[in-house]
Structures are given as structure tokens and as C-alpha cells.
């Protein structure tokens, strides 16, 4: 039987910092590979041409077999992270798993970029597999969410916590789209209940650019995304980022005990990383991560 989802669209190297990751193998490269489809029709996707594979709407698309054997033989050489990423890896949790199970002997990690729907026994199925996942946490409730994506937010909440309870590392993303996602009660929200689960999760405050289906939809102001910082911040959270558009700062690391800048990234990738088995070297704090 071949499927879709048993492809490859898009196959490259990047920097783990790019999926975005801060606190997982920082400075590795990535081969981040697709296959097509998604579980969610979001208004603002910037891979809609291959994630809206199987829709009325859809473009065309186009993707070859995996080739499961080659891309591990690569990553056991490159010392690279296997990131399955832009579009939905949940429907690729077959490919997932042959793509582990080939990786095992060489010690190759899996990381996923997900929307985080997934029911509880895809999670039992392919968490311990996975190294890490970034999941999106779009909108602050289940109306706001649905009205976004087509899906309710209750779902993605509980699979993160199940991820976690399987020792997956997690990182959250969240897009500030104008007039969507970026109402300062909302990200309160959003940074309660992230707060709730653990204050170290790191979440990244993304930039939104028009694009799909929100082409007149106004970009993220960088006052939009201090303030939501300052949200964040408030809410107890240790590690908030914005990749774009607050310059170096955004993007660094700092010590919660003292302080101290500790990671310090470019625009997706890594320029210093000062950590001492994962502790900041001027007061021994640890830092959350898989270092
Ligand atoms: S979940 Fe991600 S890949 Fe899927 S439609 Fe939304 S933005 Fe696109």
C-alpha cells in the first residue's frame, strides 16, 4: 500500500533553531522533511500548497516514496536531527515510526513541528519516538481556535501534557495575528495555562505576515509582540522568544537565577552558547532543555 503521507514534498537542511527550537541540541543541523497533508486548515499557513493536499481548494503537490533508509544513513553521518516539519507530522506517524526504528542503532533523534491534535493513542503510539516536538498553540479557546484552524483547542492542551509525561521535550508556538490572536486577555490566558503546566516551557511569540487565505490581514507590529512578551513575562514564564522583529534580545536565553545572557541566537541559528552541562556558568542555575 503507498500513501501520501509516506512521501517526502520537501527535504533540506537547516539549523534546529529554525523549527523554531531553543532549549533542544542547540546549533544542530536539522534534515527537516514533509509529506503532505494536515489535520487542520489554518488561514494564515504559509505551506498551504502542500498542507492543504486532499482539500476543494488544494494545489497541486508533489512528493517522492521515502526513502527511509537514506535519510537516517544521512543523519547517522551529518549528526543531524530528523525534523519532520511544515506540514503535519501526526499523519505521518507511519513514516515516523519506520524513520525511528531505522535510526535506533545510530543514535539519530526525532523531533516533530506540530499542531498538536492529536488523539491519545496517537500520542501512546509515537511519543516514545519522539526527542522533541514544537506544538502551536494558536488561540487562547476552543471558539477562537476553531474559528482559526477548524478544530477545537482542548485537544492540543491535553497532548501536551501527555507528550511531557512521556519525557518528550516541548517548545510552544503561538502566531500574533492581528485582530486574532494577539488580544492581550487572550495571551494572559495562553500564558496561564502554559504556566500551569510548567513555567520552563519555552514559548516562541511568532510574527505573522500575510499570507493564504489572510492576505489583507495587517503584520504583527513589534509593539504588538513586546507587549505580549511583557504578558508572558508576567504569567511566570522563564523563556519567551520572538524570532523576528526585536532584534538580538528577543531571541536570547537569559539565567533566571542571575540574569546572565546564556544563549545567544541570529535570525534561525545559533551564534553563542555558554552553558555548562546545561547550567549557567556564573551562578550554576540549571537551565530547562535537552542540552
Ligand atoms: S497546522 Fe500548520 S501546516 Fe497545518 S494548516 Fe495550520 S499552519 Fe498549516
Not at 532549549?23 to 497533508?37: E, K, L, V
Not at 537514506?70 to 543531524?80: N, S
Not at 483547542?153 to 491535553?158: A, F
Not at 511569540?205 to 489583507?216: A, K
Request: aromatic share 8%; proline share 6%; charged share 20%.
Amino acid at each position: 500500500m503507498q500513501t501520501a503521507t509516506h512521501s517526502i514534498s520537501v527535504i533540506h537542511r537547516d539549523a534546529v533553531e529554525r523549527k523554531p527550537f531553543f532549549h533542544y541540541r542547540p546549533g544542530r543541523s536539522t534534515i527537516t522533511i514533509a509529506a503532505p497533508g494536515c489535520t487542520f486548515s489554518c488561514s494564515y499557513c504559509v505551506n498551504y500548497r502542500l498542507s492543504q493536499y486532499g482539500r476543494p481548494d488544494s494545489q497541486e503537490w508533489t512528493g517522492e516514496i521515502a526513502d527511509v533508509e537514506a535519510v537516517v544513513a544521512d543523519a547517522a553521518t551529518e549528526q543531524a536531527i530528523i525534523a519532520l516539519s511544515y506540514t503535519e507530522p501526526a499523519l505521518a506517524i507511519e513514516l515516523t515510526l519506520a524513520l525511528a526504528e531505522a535510526s535506533d542503532p545510530y543514535g539519530v533523534e526525532i523531533a516533530w513541528k506540530s499542531n498538536g491534535f492529536l488523539t491519545d493513542r496517537a500520542v501512546d503510539t509515537v511519543a516514545p519516538v519522539l526527542a522533541a516536538v514544537n506544538i502551536d498553540l494558536k488561540a487562547a479557546d476552543n471558539g477562537r481556535h476553531r474559528r482559526l484552524t477548524g478544530a477545537p483547542l482542548t485537544p492540543v492542551w491535553r497532548a501536551i501534557r501527555r507528550l511531557r509525561e512521556f519525557g518528550v521535550w516541548i517548545e510552544l508556538s503561538t502566531p500574533l495575528i492581528p485582530g486574532y490572536t494577539d488580544d492581550p486577555e487572550d495571551l494572559a490566558t495562553l500564558a496561564a495555562g502554559i504556566a500551569d503546566i510548567d513555567i520552563d516551557i519555552p514559548w516562541h511569540l511568532l510574527r505573522f505576515t500575510p499570507t493564504f487565505r489572510m492576505t489583507s490581514q495587517d503584520p504583527t507590529s513589534p509593539d504588538a509582540l513586546a507587549g505580549a512578551v511583557s504578558i508572558a513575562r508576567s504569567a511566570g514564564l522563564r523563556y519567551v522568544y520572538v524570532e523576528r522583529a526585536l532584534g538580538d534580545e528577543g531571541r536570547a536565553t537569559r539565567c533566571p537565577g542571575c540574569g546572565t545572557t546564556v544563549v545567544t541566537r541570529g535570525i534561525w541559528n545559533l551564534t553563542a552558547n555558554v552553558l555548562v552541562d546545561g547550567r549557567c556558568p556564573a551562578c550554576d542555575n540549571t537551565i530547562a532543555g535537552r542540552w
